[in-house]
């Protein structure tokens, strides 16, 4: 689990939420959930081919980014979006140290800063 970033306090509630997440991700319906999320790419993209890091295009330890928890353990296709892992590491340290950006929700945060980091 993540740590809080500097001067924030989670209170219990996220504390057990983080926790919850934690869980989550290490659990074998995650894994399901990944699987498919690779098999529907393939199927829309109508190719064999490996997705690829939304920034560097490198197909490898790719990791899926959460745009949003909401839908956490039912999440749709689009609240997925594979990075590798050095982006997915730099995309949650922007986050985690840009109010501007959290303000905007996470959502459009993550596609902002992938953008951003595409273009740096």
Do not use: N
Not at 27 to 50: G, N
């Amino acid at each position: 689990m993540r740590t809080p970033r500097t001067g924030a306090r989670w209170t219990p509630q996220r504390l057990a939420s983080r926790a919850a997440y934690a869980d989550y991700m290490a659990s074998a319906a995650w894994l399901r959930r990944r699987a498919r999320w690779f098999r529907e790419h393939r199927q829309r993209t109508d190719t064999d081919t490996d997705p690829a890091c939304a920034v560097c295009g490198t197909c490898d330890g790719l990791e899926l980014h959460h745009h949003e928890y909401t839908r956490l353990g039912h999440e749709d296709y689009d609240d997925l979006t594979p990075l590798c892992q050095l982006h997915h590491r730099r995309l949650h340290d922007v986050y985690d140290a840009s109010k501007q950006w959290r303000s905007i929700g996470r959502r459009a945060a993550s596609v902002g800063i992938i953008a951003a980091m595409r273009h740096a």
